[in-house]
């Protein structure tokens, strides 16, 4: 099993920053590919941004190319998303995810088998 928690999410004004964290445990391996998700109010869970085990292949969903970066330290076994430009469209709970079998459908969360319990993001205009 692997357990994932976020952390870094708030109250942040429209064109501010925010910096969420993953931190895995359990039994983590630095081969997972890790992504990230989110959820507004009503909506379904869409796709963020993807790394994969080593950070030097990386995804990212068109609605913030540009503004978002995926990282990670396998050292820390913490995956990073720094969020800039924030908008109040970016308004959401903010999920990680883990694949340990490395799927082509990066971008489908049926890929992953290990989820965090989410951070809310909340962007005012």
């Known amino acids: 099993q692997v357990q994932l928690v ?5 109250l942040v004004q429209a064109g501010g920053s925010l910096r969420l964290s993953c931190a895995a445990s359990g039994r983590t391996s ?6 990230w998700f989110r959820q507004a109010p009503g909506k379904e869970r869409e796709f963020v941004a ?5 950070g030097g292949t990386t ?7 540009g503004r978002f970066t995926i990282s990670r330290d396998n050292a820390k076994n913490t995956v990073y998303l720094q969020m800039n ?14 694949d340990p079998s490395g799927s082509y459908y990066y971008t489908s969360p049926e890929s992953y ?5 989410g951070t809310q993001v909340t962007v005012s205009s």
């Open 85 to 98: 430009l924030l908008k109040s469209e970016d308004t959401a709970v903010y999920y990680c995810a883990a």
């Open 30 to 35: 630095i081969s997972y590919a890790m992504a």
């Open 113 to 117: 088998e290990y989820w965090g319990k």
């Open 50 to 54: 993807f790394s994969n085990w080593s």
């Open 59 to 65: 995804y990212y969903a068109d609605t913030i190319k």
């Open 6 to 10: 976020e952390s870094g999410g708030g």
